[in-house]
């Protein structure tokens, strides 16, 4: 989701693990068997925070405007486009459907405070964006004061488990931390084990992990559940290292990286869609007309999540085609005519 402000060589696995991440976002949104789930849920979205300060250029920004522009352009437009799609589907679908009552009022608060369960990460992320460039301004001691911010979103949390704060203020303030952590990575010396995917490291990774998961409780973002919060910062940044290096491996593996550096390069249409579109409607197929159900079982659960997660994409790809031919800047892109304009003026990559 995050883009720089100046011209650099993308690193591909970087959006392989976001094409991975939104994969991951789509399958937990299925029945899975609760191992699965608990897995993905540990550090899927933490690792959306990682990918976003990993790739972060402040100083590509001539000033805070500049940069806060750039945020609402390719994450605050999306949001409002896409919210309003997501919200226009749910209004026919409890019309012509479910026969239920629409309360628009509250469908319109929903949205502009970011209550909209599909994309609701969405404004949390640009929160975490705006802060951690004011936090970037400290002389120093900026991972610490991002630990600080954590702790007082998860207290937030636990203190109003039932509130949901404007744009998910107290979650924004967690994923500061995963944001500030891969900043001290791409710093430190362990980045070039990343970046090589070591596998010591994903070894490593990957123990710690299943070690605080079989210490630490169920754990939901949305739902402000962390259960012990030290826990479940480092079986985040475990699982955020070990899938990290999974990613360098599939920059190998020419058709595999293809299609995820895809799905990385499209996550919010896909965020959007997949669950209270794409679902419902595969739902509707197979249950209601089609009679398809699958047994109460480990092995079904993760079929059907798999099955149903690989439909959810397709059914996006059209929206995704559709979007970037002829409407671009409803996820941030400038379209070709834009982009010939800015090229000979600036350093910048258009998006």
């Known amino acids: 989701m995050n883009e720089g402000g100046m011209k650099s060589k993308r690193i591909e696995w970087v959006d392989i693990a976001k094409g991975v ?26 690792l959306f925070f990682f990918l976003a300060g990993y790739t972060t250029r402040f100083e590509s920004y001539a000033s805070f405007g500049a940069y806060a522009m750039r945020k609402v352009r390719v994450l605050l437009v999306p949001y409002f486009v896409f919210g309003l799609c997501v919200e226009a589907f749910n209004v026919v679908l409890s019309r012509f459907y479910s026969h239920e009552t629409v309360d628009f009022p509250e469908l319109l608060v929903n949205l502009f405070t970011g209550k909209i369960q599909s994309i609701w990460f969405i404004p949390a992320f640009f929160l975490v964006e705006i802060i951690s460039y004011c936090l970037n301004r400290l002389p120093k001691g900026k ?12 207290l937030l949390g636990q203190k109003f488990p039932t509130t949901r704060f404007f ?5 924004a303030l ?4 995963f944001f500030w952590l891969a900043r001290c990575f791409r710093d430190a010396k362990i980045n070039r084990l990343l970046a090589k995917g070591d596998l010591f490291l994903f070894g490593v990774a990957l ?17 402000k ?8 910062l480092l079986e985040g940044t475990g699982g955020i290292a070990a899938v990290l290096c999974v990613c360098v491996w599939l920059e190998k593996v020419s058709f595999i990286k293809r299609v995820f550096v895809f799905l990385g390069k499209n996550t919010i249409p896909i965020l959007a869609f997949h669950k209270n579109v794409g679902y419902v409607i595969l739902e509707i197929v197979f249950l209601r007309f089609w009679g398809l159900e699958y047994e109460n079982n480990i092995f079904s659960g993760a079929v059907e999540g798999f099955v149903y997660t690989a439909l959810g994409v397709l059914f996006c790809l059209p929206i995704i085609w559709f979007v970037n031919r002829f409407a671009p800047w409803a996820v941030g892109k400038r379209g070709a005519k834009e982009k010939k304009k800015i090229l000979p003026a600036s350093d910048g990559v258009p998006s």
Not at 167 to 171: A, E, F, G, I
Not at 208 to 223: G, W
């Open 207 to 223: 123990t710690a992990q299943a070690i605080c998961l079989a210490f630490n409780t169920e754990i939901n973002m949305f739902h």
């Open 167 to 171: 744009w998910n203020l107290d979650v």
């Open 174 to 177: 967690v994923g500061i931390f």
């Open 143 to 154: 991972l610490p004061s991002a630990f600080a911010l954590a702790i007082l979103g998860c």
């Open 21 to 46: 991440a939104i994969v991951l976002v789509c399958l937990g949104h299925r029945d899975i068997p609760k191992s699965m789930s608990d897995w993905i849920y540990s550090f899927h979205l933490p």
């Open 225 to 232: 559940r962390y259960g012990i919060f030290p826990i479940f």
